[in-house]
Nanobody, 121 residues
Framework: QVQLVESGGGLVQAGGSLRLSCAAS????????MGWYRQAPGKQRELVGS???????NYADSVKGRFTISRDNAKNTVYLQMNSLSPEHTAVYYC???????????????WGQGTQVTVSS
């Protein structure tokens, strides 16, 4: 079993910053891509961005220049630094990890539980 635990969400004023963390643990052989999705009220879940094990990143156009994804491979942790936040960024943010589990050696995507980010105007 693999678990992803998120932290760092909360309430912030417009223009502020937040840093989300997501730590993977369990029977992990390796982790390939990690990343973040978000789901705003009444909307579908959408990709925020991703990062490969080598550190290459990809972002949704709507967050380029404001959000930065990084990871610490030694800690199996991915981060989402969010700057210049505005109310449109209010959503539940979910991390994921493309993981090879020790027992199956098969790739599988695991998800975090989600963390609420609320930006007040």
């Amino acid at each position: 079993q693999v678990q992803l635990v998120e932290s760092g969400g909360g309430l912030v004023q417009a223009g502020g910053s937040l840093r989300l963390s997501c730590a993977a643990s369990g029977s992990i052989f390796s982790i390939n891509a990690m990343g973040w999705y978000r789901q705003a009220p009444g909307k579908q879940r959408e990709l925020v961005g991703s990062i490969t094990s080598g550190g290459s990143t990809n972002y949704a156009d709507s967050v380029k220049g404001r959000f930065t994804i990084s990871r610490d491979n030694a800690k199996n942790t991915v981060y989402l630094q969010m700057n210049s936040l505005s109310p449109e960024h209010t959503a539940v943010y979910y991390c994921y990890a493309e993981t090879i589990a020790l027992d199956t050696l098969a790739p599988k995507r695991y998800w975090g539980q989600g963390t609420q980010v609320t930006v007040s105007s």
